[in-house]
């Protein structure tokens, strides 16, 4: 699924008439890790019950509309996407609040990476 694909999805929802704001995240493979060595590719792992459990909590947040997130599991060269994540609200701080909730949760207790 691409990002515009997520983001008409959201557009479509029933209760999109609520959201003020649609917030979108394109988590790319970066060149180099966390401590600076160089990384070649990716390969990640996806628990996808997690994710779904994950969705459930951050969309119950007020007021979200709607919460959608899409991770691409397997080997991953530098510049390719990881992870969307599309979060509709009403408010500015909601979503924020929900995008790095979001965010953070998925990439703790969803997704394992090896980097090479």
Known sequence: MSLSEMVERIKKHPDFHKAGM???HNGVVRASSRDGKPVS???VRVDRGRLETILAEIKAM???V????HVNE???KVGEDVMYVVVAGDFRENV??????AVNRIKAGVTSKQER
């Open 22 to 24: 649609i917030l979108c």
């Open 41 to 43: 590719e990716v390969t």
């Open 62 to 64: 007020t007021g979200i």
């Open 66 to 69: 709607e919460v959608l997130a």
């Open 74 to 76: 397997g080997t991953l």
């Open 96 to 101: 924020f609040d929900a995008m790095i909730a």
